[in-house]
């Protein structure tokens, strides 16, 4: 029900810093809980950070907590991840999602969201 583009994904060295984007489409209306989300090769994707669509509910992965901001621009559907004092463990496939709003998950997983983007490589060297 909603198509979502990332940008932004790139090199960089350890201790830099990238902020990548993902905007939304094909329903102007409907608010959507969104997350990012990642993947390193041979590894299982996992959370990093998710906002609901009002703003009132932020969740982070712990590793990546004071380091990385999620944040929205409702007039543009998008939604940001500003990526701080990155280290080369942060390297992988970095992936948004979304689902509609108005419910809740004990346990943030790939499987609670219904629409992902293409992905944008993020790549840290030491």
């Known amino acids: 029900q909603v198509q979502l583009v990332e940008s932004g994904g790139g090199l960089v060295q350890a201790g830099g810093s990238l902020s990548l984007s993902c905007t939304a489409s094909?329903?102007?209306?409907?608010?959507?809980?969104m997350a990012w989300f990642r993947q390193a090769p041979g590894k299982e994707r996992e959370f990093v950070a998710q906002?609901?669509?009002?703003?009132?509910?932020?969740h982070y992965t712990e590793p990546v907590k004071g380091r990385f901001t999620i944040s929205r621009d409702d007039a543009k559907n998008t939604v940001y991840l500003q990526m701080n004092s990155l280290k080369p463990e942060d390297t992988a496939v970095y992936y948004c999602?979304?689902?509609?709003?108005?419910?809740?998950?004990?346990?943030?997983?790939?499987?609670?969201?219904?629409?992902w983007g293409q992905g944008t490589q993020v790549t840290v060297s030491s």
């Open positions: 999602a979304a689902r509609l709003s108005g419910y809740t998950v004990e346990v943030i997983t790939p499987s609670t969201y219904n629409s």
């Open positions: 094909g329903d102007t209306f409907t608010r959507y809980t």
């Open positions: 906002i609901n669509w009002t703003g009132n509910s932020i």
